[in-house]
Nanobody, 125 residues
Framework: QVQLVESGGGLVQAGDALTLSCAAS????????MGWLRQAPGKEREFVAG????????YYADSVKGRFTISRDNAKNTVTLLMNALKPEDTAVYYC??????????????????WGQGTQVTVSS
């Protein structure tokens, strides 16, 4: 059984940086698309960033493009989200997710079928 565990969330000020990490266990996800999604209070879960199986391709939501960077280390079975220049509107629970049978970039939240428990990111103004 695959488990995804996020870490690195917290309370920061606007303009600060934060790095989220996701560690997978149970099996290797080196052939699988992975991504970060977030859900703010009262809003639907939204795509933030995605990465293909070998890390060669990435895709970002317009709201985070140029500020966030997703990367992966298949040897360690981890994926990371570096968040720079954080804004109050980035406040949300951030989820690591994977597509269990597809290696290309996945941007639709409903297509991810492996999820972590989420980590809270709060950005104060």
């Amino acid at each position: 059984q695959v488990q995804l565990v996020e870490s690195g969330g917290g309370l920061v000020q606007a303009g600060d940086a934060l790095t989220l990490s996701c560690a997978a266990s149970g099996r290797s996800l080196s052939n699988n698309a992975m991504g970060w999604l977030r859900q703010a209070p009262g809003k639907e879960r939204e795509f933030v960033a995605g990465i293909n199986w070998n890390g060669a391709n990435t895709y970002y939501a317009d709201s985070v493009k140029g500020r966030f960077t997703i990367s992966r280390d298949n040897a360690k079975n981890t994926v990371t989200l570096l968040m720079n220049a954080l804004k109050p509107e980035d406040t949300a629970v951030y989820y690591c997710a994977a597509h269990s049978s597809y290696g290309g970039i996945t941007i639709l939240p409903d297509l991810y079928d492996l999820w972590g428990q989420g980590t809270q990111v709060t950005v104060s103004s």
